[in-house]
């Protein structure tokens, strides 16, 4: 079995690599994409890639504000909203934990609340609130805050709801990130059922009459059978990634999931998160692994995310 070192390095580098692999693929439907076999960091030859200028290896969007999320963790000890908010800027208009500094994916909702923050929002009040604002933007970057994270359950869900603010201000999102943290965590502490564990932590959290709550049963289901569709609607992310999470491996694991098309590169990545931290950094594909562009951003934030828990970089 991998070891915790292991586990934490790859949730890390599962969702950076998942991330890229997505990228080529990204708004395409699954009947125009290449067999699962066929899906690589270069996609087959007459291929129609989504961003073509990237070279192979890049990560997104959702790996930068990761990064920008674990480094503002990192370095404020807490969980601090406004440093966050300033963290989401500088990758917005200067390239921030971007590979090469360059920006070439921002969502809707992102992009409209960090419009806001740059006129003076407040961060607890620059994500859109509305109900139709539950795009998967908050989801694909909290996994940092739960590797990162020491306090006790209550406190991790507290803080999924917090760094959602930001950028997504629905309940549905917020309550999305809190599962998915959850979920990391029994991963991380090796849960027999990481999903049900996750989900039954949450329901004693909420509490009967909630809010949350609510939007737990009836929106997100959690006890329905797997599915998705690969879309950029949160709950639709998050059912997509526990579906792909039962293809087997890591690398099939992340095929499965940019095989639902659309979103791939966002599904991979919050797929590829959680095998990474179920499966261990050495189950991640060599090949992939050592073509993602960036490890130099990437290398000293794993170190102080070891040194945090106590372990040694090259234990």
């Not at 590979?99 to 961060?123: E, K, M, N, P, W």
């Not at 603010?165 to 991380?188: D, I």
């Not at 951003?297 to 995310?305: E, K, Q, R, Y």
Request: proline fraction near 6%; glycine fraction near 12%; hydrophobic fraction near 45%.
């Amino acid at each position: 079995m991998p070891s915790r070192r292991e586990r934490l390095l790859g949730g890390l580098y599962g969702l950076l690599v998942g991330d890229a692999l997505g990228v080529p693929y990204e708004f395409h439907s699954p009947d125009d994409l290449p067999p699962a076999s066929e899906l690589e960091l270069d996609p087959p030859a007459g291929f129609r890639r989504a961003h073509a200028g990237v070279p192979p290896g890049t990560w997104s969007d959702d790996g930068a504000q990761a990064l920008v999320l674990l480094e503002s963790l990192l370095r404020c000890g807490r969980l601090d909203l406004d440093d966050l908010g300033r963290g989401l800027l500088a990758w917005y208009e200067r390239g921030f934990m971007a590979v090469d500094d360059v920006v070439f994916d921002v969502g809707i909702q992102t992009s409209q609340a960090l419009r806001a923050l740059r006129a003076g929002v407040a961060a607890r009040e620059a994500g859109p609130a509305h109900e139709h604002a539950n795009g998967n933007g908050a989801l694909m970057r909290v996994l940092p805050l739960a590797l990162w994270h020491q306090g006790a359950d209550e406190e991790l869900v507290a803080d999924a709801h917090e760094q959602c603010l930001v950028t997504h201000g629905h309940l549905r999102s917020q309550v999305c990130c809190a599962l998915y943290c959850l979920w990391a965590r029994a991963t991380l502490e090796e849960a027999p059922d990481p999903w049900g564990s996750a989900v039954a932590r949450l329901r004693a959290i909420y509490g009967a009459g909630s809010a949350a709550l609510a939007e737990l049963e009836q929106a997100v289901r959690p006890d329905d059978p797997p599915d998705g569709r690969g879309s950029g609607y949160v709950v639709d992310t998050l059912r997509s990634a526990r579906l792909a999470l039962q293809a087997g491996g890591y690398e099939t694991v992340v095929k499965a999931a940019i095989a639902l098309g659309h979103d791939t590169d966002t599904t991979a990545c919050v797929a590829g998160g959680i095998a990474g931290l179920r499966d261990g950094v050495a189950a991640i594909p060599a090949r992939w692994r050592d073509r993602l562009r960036g490890q130099e951003l990437v290398a000293p934030l794993s170190a102080a995310l070891l040194r945090r828990h106590g372990l040694d970089s090259a234990s």
